[in-house]
Structure formats: C-alpha cells, structure tokens
C-alpha cells in the first residue's frame, strides 16, 4: 500500500488511541493531526520496515510529551465517555462497569495510560510498546503491573476471597 | 515441572502475557498450577475487553475532515514539509446571505419534559467546547466561506450562519460534529464578556417543531425543527435573552 494510503489508512486507530490517552475529543483530534503533519514532513524517514503503526505510535507519543510540556493548567471538563455508541444490547451493568474503568483510567499518570492502552487497545507486544515509547522492556514491564494494579483497585470489587494482596502489590 | 512451581512475578507474567504466542501459552501452563495467576489473568483480560469495548468505537466514527484533509493536501502538492495547512487554501468560494431578523409570529414556549435529542445534543457540545480556551472551534470565523461550504456539503444542506451581532453575538466559527443520524455542524458565537452560546444544525426528518425550552444545570438551549433542520441554541444565559437568540438565530437559518 503507498505510503500515504497507509497513512490514512491508520487514522481512525490513531484516533481511538489518541481519544483514550487525551480523554478529549477535540485535544485527542489535535494530537492525530499533529501525528499526521508530523508524519508527512518526515516520510523520508520512514524506511518501511517495520510496522507503520510502530513508527506513528512513536510520533504520537513524542507529541503528546512535547504538549504535556507546554499545557497550561485548564479547567477539567466532566469527562464523561460518551457510551451511547455501545451495542444496545449491552446491559445497564456492563455501561456502568465501562464507565468506572474510563473513570480509572483517568486516574492513572499519563505515562501509565500511555503504556497500558499500547498493549490493551493497540495489542502491541511488549516489545513493540517499549521502542513506541522509547524505554526498556523492564520499564515497561513495572509500569503496566502498576497500571494494570491501580485499575483493578479502582475498578473490581472482585472475589472477596481473593482480593487481599492484590492491592499492594 | 512441579504444580507448585512459585508464581513467576507479575512484571514477568506481564512480559509473557504480551509476548510471543509460545510465551502466552507458557503462562496459560503456568496459569493451570496458580489460582492467584489465574484469577489475575483473569482479571487483565476483563481489563482488556472493557478498554477495547470503551475505545475502540472511536475508530468507526466519521472522521473528522480536517485529518483527511492533511493528508489530501500532501497528495496534491507532495512537498515535504508541506502537510497539514492546505486544507486552509483548499478554494473556497461560498457566499454567504446573511439572515435578517423579519419578525417572528411562530414563536412560543411549549413546555418540554426531558430535553430531547437535539435539545441534548446542542447542551452537550455547548458544555464541551464553550469551555475551550484554545480549540472552541475547527474552522475560524476568519475562514467564513469555508466553513460554509464544508458544514453545508457535509451536512447536505446550506448551512447560513445567522448574524446574531444585533444581540451582541459574533461567530467565531464551527465544527462538524458526529450526530445521532447525520452529521451535525456546531457554530459558536460569543460576546464582548466572553459568554458564548452554540448553535447546533443536524438534519432532521422529524417533523416541524416550534421552539421549545430544554435545559440541564448550567446551560440552557432554544430548539426547533424547520424546513429538515433541528437546531438548537445552547448557552448560559437568562432565559428571555436566549429565546431573543434563538429567535434570531431562526430567522437567519431560515429566511436568508
């Protein structure tokens, strides 16, 4: 597929990542159109090997780095996930449950997100997320137990049973 | 290997668990001996599912048209470097017919229950984008003809801005919003306190509707239905003052 196919292609994947890191429309939209003009000023460095999304993901990544510098505090909208899009037949249970894990996921620092939604929401191997976000496997590795731990906390009440433990870990 | 084998860390299991498909099935080996692994699994994977069911929608909506456009323009003119600003050149040659205010006889208050679709609609956005300092609107009031004429060939229909400036009201320009069946376009005006309303324009098969009153806490909104068009004007502002808008707004949509 030519390159700028591909990248086209790749918008809508870039979107949902980037509407799940920013939790905003619009920031979210900004962000994917940064990515792209980014992207299509650098094509001569895109050597195409690998997998395109890898090297957008890194982009991305790096621009959101670059805004979270220059953000100035702002009030914080109701961030409240528009779920009217979610199959009707999903029960009212299974749209609050949906609705505390964005909840949590707005807890997490932005670097745990950023990580946790690579694997969960883009399924990049670990691998894969590392060089995306430019760190070491093990990095990774302890960020995404510690992401994957706090929405647990925030989200499950879980078997009783076995939730001690769980939470200090 | 012994049942008991001690459970490997987290961080390890992690490793595995977004590994090759020969690590994934080790840690389901590993996963047989160690219910705690197990039930934590378990639980990584309800985490999975629900940020795929909570996200992934995203990707199936329309996209917006300035990221087609940023890659549109690199086709056109493939000089690198040159991304993302040729949608701003992209020809616009709009007029636009501003409407005037010719006296409102259809004009009343009906009494509304739960605000409808549209009333929502419009309070939504308002709430959403009134707020933003930086990006209240995807194409500036400077760029009029444009935002014309890509609201009204999206929406499939001419979409006028009306002049609100007789209630101290300018444009400062609109967006495309995803609506409930069609797209919807959304125009933010303000005024010289920096209040700001929305006026939200979607086509709508429903039928003709006289302005009705909705409203959440914190913002307000006129809407009608007119000609396939629900509009609605969402604000902040003493009730009198937004149905002077609204009226407004009605006659510029609809007897330009």
Redesign the interface.
């Known amino acids: 597929m030519p390159f ?1 196919d591909e ?2 292609a790749a ?3 870039l ?3 980037a ?2 890191l920013l939790r905003d ?3 979210a ?2 962000l ?2 940064d990515t ?2 980014t992207a ?5 460095q895109w050597r195409g090997d690998g997998a395109l999304r890898g090297w957008l993901a890194r982009i991305l990544l790096n621009r959101f780095r670059d805004g979270l510098r220059r953000r100035r505090p ?2 914080v ?2 961030l409240v ?1 528009d779920l009217s ?2 199959p009707a037949a999903r029960k009212a249970d299974d749209r609050l ?2 609705a505390e ?2 909840a949590a ?1 707005g807890q997490l620092p932005e670097d745990q997100r950023a990580a ?2 690579l ?3 883009e399924g ?4 894969e ?1 590392a060089r995306a976000l430019g760190c070491a ?2 990095t990774l ?2 960020r ?2 510690r992401a ?2 706090t ?2 906390q925030l ?2 009440r ?2 009783v049973s ?1 939730r001690p ?2 939470a200090g ?1 | 290997m012994m049942p008991q084998d001690p459970t490997i860390s ?3 299991a ?2 595995l668990r ?3 498909a020969a690590d994934r099935s080790r840690l389901s080996a590993l996963a047989t001996g160690d219910a ?1 692994l197990a ?2 699994l378990a ?2 994977d ?3 599912a ?12 329309p ?2 048209e ?3 456009e ?2 549109r323009a ?2 056109r003119a ?1 000089v ?5 600003t040729g949608w701003r050149i992209a020809a616009a040659v709009a007029l636009i017919a501003l409407g005037f205010v010719a006296g409102w006889g259809g004009a009343r208050l009906v009494p509304s229950g739960a605000p409808p679709m549209l009333a929502q609609a419009a309070m939504a956005s308002y ?3 009134a ?3 930086t ?1 209240p609107v995807e194409v500036g009031a400077d760029d009029e003809a444009h935002l014309v004429q890509w609201l009204s060939k999206r929406l499939g229909a001419p979409i006028r801005p009306p002049d609100l400036a007789s209630e101290g009201f300018t444009l400062i320009g609109g967006r495309l919003l995803p609506g409930d069946t069609a797209p919807a376009a959304l125009l933010m005006y303000e005024d010289e306190l920096g209040r700001r309303l929305a006026l939200y324009i979607t086509r709508s098969e429903t039928a003709e509707r006289e302005l009705a009153f909705a409203e959440e806490p914190g913002r307000q909104a006129f809407w009608w239905v007119d000609d396939g068009l629900g509009c609605a004007l969402s604000g902040d502002l003493p009730r009198e003052t937004l149905r002077r808008l609204a009226v407004a707004a009605y006659h510029g949509l609809t007897e330009a």
């Open positions: 700028l990248i086209e918008i809508p994947g979107r949902a990542y509407r799940a429309r619009e920031a939209d900004d994917v159109q792209l003009e299509l000023a650098r094509q001569g702002t009030a909208l109701a996930p899009d979610l449950a949906l894990v964005h996921m946790l939604l694997v969960a929401l990049m191997s670990l691998a997320a496997e093990g590795a302890s995404l137990g994957r731990a929405l647990r989200t499950e879980g078997p076995q433990g769980k870990e | 987290r961080e390890e992690l490793r977004h590994g090759s705690a039930e934590e639980g990584w309800r985490q999975d629900a940020l795929q069911a909570l996200y992934t929608p995203v990707a199936d909506e996209l917006p300035r990221l087609l940023t890659v690199t086709r493939p690198v470097g040159a991304g993302g709430a959403t984008y707020v933003e300092v990006h």
